[in-house]
């Protein structure tokens, strides 16, 4: 991730829009999170308000010193530093997955099919996984320069969490730049 990527990321903006934006669905969608995995956490400013919702939550980070700031600052939280899509994760122990705005930075449409692939096995059945992702455009793309940036087809997303094993998935546009999804593991 580019380090003006990175500073946002962990802004006081960032933490603003999050309680703005991301909060309110978050409490539409999942009364009682129970045990998350929350996959990408980067500075860890969903990790907050995730915490603020009463989850317990383990969240999987792959860069070495984000994932050790994210021990450091929130030790209520277990931190596994790896790369999710291949993490020995707990067959069905996980009651909710949330993934924000991270999926365009894993280095091809193969490895996001791993990942949910992953997050499947290990969601209880039932367990919704809830993300956020960007929309290809000039501007995300310009604020990706020497960055990751593989973006998720938001047409295509259903096609590819049903394959991994998710059932009554949504895909809904959350602005000009951004979409949501959320997806039930099926039994």
């Known amino acids: 991730m580019n380090q003006s990527h990175l500073s946002y990321l962990a802004s006081p903006a960032w933490a603003d829009t999050l309680r703005i934006r991301l909060l309110p669905w978050l409490r539409e969608h999942v009364a009682d999170l129970g045990a998350v ?4 956490p980067g500075p860890g400013l969903s990790t907050d308000l ?14 070495p010193d984000l994932a050790d ?15 999710a899509a291949a993490a020995d994760l707990p067959a069905g122990h996980f009651t909710a997955a949330t993934c ?11 490895h996001q099919d ?14 919704p996984l809830l993300g956020t992702d960007a929309i290809d455009s000039a ?11 593989v ?37």
């Open 139 to 149: 501007a995300i793309r310009h604020g990706h320069l020497d960055d990751t940036f």
């Open 100 to 110: 924000f705005a991270m999926l365009h930075h894993l280095p091809s449409p193969e």
């Open 37 to 40: 995995l929350e996959i990408g």
């Open 50 to 63: 995730l915490l603020e919702l009463g989850a317990t939550v383990t969240a999987v980070e792959i860069d």
């Open 69 to 83: 700031g994210l021990r450091r600052r929130l030790p209520a939280a277990t931190v596994i530093h790896g790369d």
């Open 151 to 187: 973006p998720v087809d938001p047409e295509t997303l259903p096609a590819r969490l049903t394959a991994a094993g998710f059932e009554h998935i949504t895909v809904t546009a959350h602005d000009e730049h951004h979409f949501r999804f959320s997806a039930v593991a099926s039994a």
């Open 114 to 127: 791993r990942l949910f692939a992953n997050v499947r096995h290990a969601l209880r059945p039932g367990a």
